[in-house]
């Protein structure tokens, strides 16, 4: 065996032996299933054995009522085989449905906690492929392939080891057609099962490919790319043929040529035996029975070998989903967490009870929590994507509590990363971050998050009601807060206008409301998330002067009391920052108040007065 084949065995049973753990839970059924698929494979043997009796012992001497008992026998015997097929194959249904739930679930599970750089390398129409293809080939194998597999082996086998105890002459030579069957299997089935794993990573592809272009409908049609968009698909789809062609091609030959070879098995037997009986070496009845087992051996090796393909193809789909559940997650190392807070008789900040309006850090080390502040510090942060490529390098910079600090500064300065490092989307390379004096590594990060809000251009909005979409913020908020929330935010009249109001259903990630309702939407999420910190990346997209008004007031009120981040698309709205950080290529270059970088006619200036531009 060439290596490469022994590496593919070897991957297969590491794979069914990582799934295993899905099977374990419901073992017992499993092994019922067996039990009932092995009855009835063992019925079929059973039946046709017992031709041999029949027709030497009751026909040829013409014993009506023994023929009579023998039918009575043989259905008793069969209707057990059949209610054994329906209690397993009722068992499996049930078996396959509980398996996939988990196995959905798991992957579901992990996805989630998958880290962004996962989701940088990785097409949505792939990762949904694993939750649609992946899963549905599996559900199929699980659901036919393993009682039949299990019913044809016991079948195949029984028949073996029957046709021997019938004639050995005759079984000798259906075990060199046997042979040649299982070789044919064995070829087809290597072959094939590339072109299965083929075709699923193409059918991920595509699936990545249109779900792409029914996103980017608008600027498809702007653009008026639809002729290449189609030729792109053209080439994505004809791969997707070209694989499934061979795969289904290889896979399709092997039950016309398996049932040939029993064909000419038959055949030859039928011939040998008839022979023998004239000679008198066999009786009639050893023959009638032997050529049943041939006539049947055929039936269950090819189901064996369709299985197979269903079965190869299972195994692929598994070996993708498991590439996705090794691949690690968003790590979290850190112990530090919220809790609510009071300050106790002697001036100390102490863990409460309930929510009191105030959090505060609770560290394993300390006795008291640390005051919730919102004092963020950059510390000779570096990073990058990639670690061949340097984003950010050297950055310093730091927000008091209360403080609004703007960044500025040309495309692909490195404005969103900054942002994106706060929330610890992404790990840094060298440097610190700290969060009221705690390095962010330390915090938990779902703890880290929801003392942060985070208002992007491009608004995500969900399937649900407004509110439920204000609620995002704020899982706790009672409709009461959502309402203020919305108040805040400036958001309450556009929805009260709204025919349905508070209870208007979003539709395809709010594409039935204006891009500046949107907007207003994710402020008065923040706003109901009530944090210390907010990170606004201002909208560029032009809304109408109302709207944009509406938004910047909604922005300036959830923006008191708080430190804020604003990624400044245009510089009339920084005028009242504390800090304004003018970033180029990954370095802050200037930093300062309006008044101060204006005096130092730098970039600041410059970029003010025009000479140069933002964006
Ligand atoms: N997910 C990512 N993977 C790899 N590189 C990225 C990723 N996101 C951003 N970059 C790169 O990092 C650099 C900084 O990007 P960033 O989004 O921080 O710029 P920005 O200042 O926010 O720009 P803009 O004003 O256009 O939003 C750019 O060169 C960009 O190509």
Redesign the pocket.
């Known amino acids: 065996m060439d290596p490469a084949s022994k590496d593919k065995k070897k991957n297969i049973l590491t794979t069914l032996k990582k799934f295993t753990r899905f099977l374990e839970p419901s073992k017992y059924i499993l092994f019922l299933i067996i039990l009932l698929s092995g009855i009835s494979g063992l019925v079929g043997i059973t039946g046709s054995f017992l031709l041999r009796p029949i027709i030497n012992n009751y026909i040829v001497p013409g014993d009506v009522r023994g023929l009579g008992y023998a039918v009575a026998v043989l259905t008793v015997i069969y209707l057990s085989g059949a209610l054994s097929t329906l209690a397993g194959n009722r068992l499996m249904v049930r078996v396959t449905q509980k398996i996939i739930y988990e196995l959905r679930m798991d992957l579901f599970h992990h996805v989630d906690s998958l880290p962004?750089?996962y989701y940088?390398a990785n097409s949505d129409g792939n990762i949904m492929s694993y939750f649609t293809n992946d899963i549905d080939t599996i559900e199929n194998a699980l659901n036919s392939c393993f009682s039949i597999m299990v019913q044809s082996f016991v079948t195949v086998i029984g028949s073996i080891i029957m046709m021997f105890v019938l004639n050995v002459p005759l079984t000798l030579f259906t075990m060199v057609c046997f042979v040649v069957i299982l070789f044919i299997i064995y070829y087809n089935s290597k072959v094939s099962k590339q072109y299965y794993a083929k075709r699923q990573q193409y059918s991920g592809d595509l699936n990545g490919f249109a779900r792409e272009m029914m996103e980017g409908q608008k600027v498809e049609k702007v653009f008026g790319h639809e002729r290449e968009n189609l030729k792109s698909f053209h080439i994505l789809n004809e791969d997707l043929r070209i694989a499934s062609t061979k795969a289904f091609a290889y896979s399709g030959v092997m039950t016309p040529m398996v049932v040939s070879i029993g064909f000419i098995n038959y055949t030859f037997t039928a011939s040998a035996g008839a022979l023998m009986v004239i000679k008198g070496l066999i009786d009639i009845g050893t023959l009638a029975s032997y050529l049943i087992f041939v006539r049947q051996f055929s039936v269950p090796v090819n189901q064996f070998t369709q299985q197979m393909n269903l079965f190869l193809s299972a195994v692929s789909g598994m070996e993708r989903i498991f590439t996705v559940l090794e691949t690690e997650p968003e790590i979290d190392e850190g112990e530090i967490t919220l809790s609510p807070a009071k300050t106790d008789k002697t001036g100390n900040y102490v863990k409460a009870d309930d929510f009191t309006g105030a959090w505060g850090w609770e560290t394993p080390q300390l006795d008291n929590l640390i005051p919730l502040k919102g004092d963020v510090r950059f510390h000779d942060v570096t990073f990058g994507?990639?670690s061949n490529?340097k984003?950010l390098d050297g950055i310093n910079l730091y927000a008091k509590p209360g403080q609004k600090i703007a960044?500025v500064?040309?495309?692909?300065?490195?404005?969103?990363?900054?942002?994106?490092l706060i929330n610890r989307f992404y790990e840094i390379y060298g440097g610190q971050i700290t969060y009221d004096g705690i390095d962010i590594r330390d915090i938990r990060k779902k703890d880290l998050r929801k003392s942060l809000s985070l208002v992007l251009q491009d608004t995500h909005l969900f399937s649900g009601t407004i509110t439920d979409n204000i609620r995002y913020g704020n899982l706790e908020a009672t409709d009461e807060e959502v309402r203020g929330a919305a108040m805040l935010s400036n958001a309450d009249s556009f929805i009260r206008r709204l025919p349905n109001g508070y209870d208007t259903m979003i539709k395809n990630d709010g594409d039935n409301l204006s891009l500046g309702q949107r907007q207003l939407l994710a402020i008065a999420r923040a706003a109901v998330a009530n944090p210390p910190v907010l990170i606004l990346?201002e909208a560029?997209s032009s809304i109408d002067t109302r709207t944009e008004e509406l938004v910047e007031a909604g922005m300036d009120a959830i923006m008191k009391n708080r430190t804020v981040f604003v990624?400044a698309?245009r510089l009339s709205t920084v005028h009242n920052a504390n800090a304004i950080l003018v970033?180029d290529h990954?370095h802050v270059v200037e930093r300062g108040t309006h008044d101060e970088l204006l005096a130092q006619k730098g970039r600041y200036y410059k970029l003010y007065h025009g000479m140069m531009q933002l964006?």
């Open positions: 962004l750089s940088d994507y990639d490529r984003i960044f500064g040309s495309t692909g300065a490195g404005k969103t990363t900054i942002i994106n990346d560029t990624i698309h970033l990954g964006t």
